[in-house]
């Protein structure tokens, strides 16, 4: 999975360079600002892509003596870094363009812009798609945080797009709507970084899983043989996989080897049902009808 997701990362990077590096260098000569500054996010994007490849590349480690849970956190941590990085730069490129605006030397971009504009939306659609669809096949949130930087990035050029024609067909007197583009992509990548920030801190925090999820693990240990109850049920994600706490309630009367193999039975199910379970810790209690607290999600 983790091998899968650095793949992913690795073709986001190379990209994102050629992205960068012809919106920059199309908006310097175009005289696009909304183009430079897109250009800047697609930079940006080059950043969030190294560090989910980073974080894939730490969070693939087996588990060792001072960390006997693995390293799946180096990927939480990645995702932060992503929504981090997007909540700064939005900043830079709303307070550059409001700049602008007030600035007296307005120039009208030229038309090799537009066709610039047109092409990366098409491209970063085409990543926005490929990302999306291996981070939830794997469960990563670093690089579904990465896909929807590309999915806002396909947005902003948009806009762009739509501010450049604008400021064409309007002249000079309508040339700042190139900037005007600019200031809202920015707050576009403002909000989506916001949004992937508090998802991130979440995970981190170790907030349960969705009840879909819950609700799924609690059906198949109820099915498992000799499971009478379940009492509590917890779990967390840590980088791509799940870690499962649940108390079973099994007859009260059942040998501890009867009971100890109740218990492997529900952890193998559970691991083969849901195959983003990595660990399952189980608690045997004693089942009494009229006597247990549920503690479930």
Known sequence: K???GQRAATIGIILNFILASGKIFFGIIGKSSALITDGIHSASDIITSFAVFLGMKIAKKPPDKEHPYGHGKAENIAAKTVAIILIFVSLEIVYLNISHITDKHIHL???????VAIASIV????????????GRKINSSSLISDAWHHRSDAFSS????????????????????????????????????????IKTSAELMDKMPENKILKQINTIALSVEGVKDTETL??????????VDIHIEVDKDITVKEGHNIARNVKNVLKE??????????????FYPDDHIKNLY
Request: hydrophobic share 55%; no cysteine; charged share 20%.
């Open 2 to 4: 983790y091998r899968e």
């Open 109 to 115: 971009p030229a038309s090799i812009t537009v066709w």
């Open 123 to 134: 491209l970063k659609e085409g990543l926005f798609q490929y990302k999306i669809s291996i």
């Open 158 to 197: 948009l806009i762009v797009l739509v501010g450049i024609t604008g400021a064409k067909v309007g002249g000079t007197r309508f040339a700042f709507l190139d900037n005007v583009a600019a200031i809202i992509v920015g707050v576009i990548i403002l909000v989506i970084g916001i949004k992937l920030f």
């Open 234 to 243: 917890k779990a967390r994600k840590i980088g791509l996989d799940i870690f």
């Open 273 to 286: 049902r849901i195959p983003l379970i990595k660990d399952v810790l189980v608690h045997i209690e004693p």
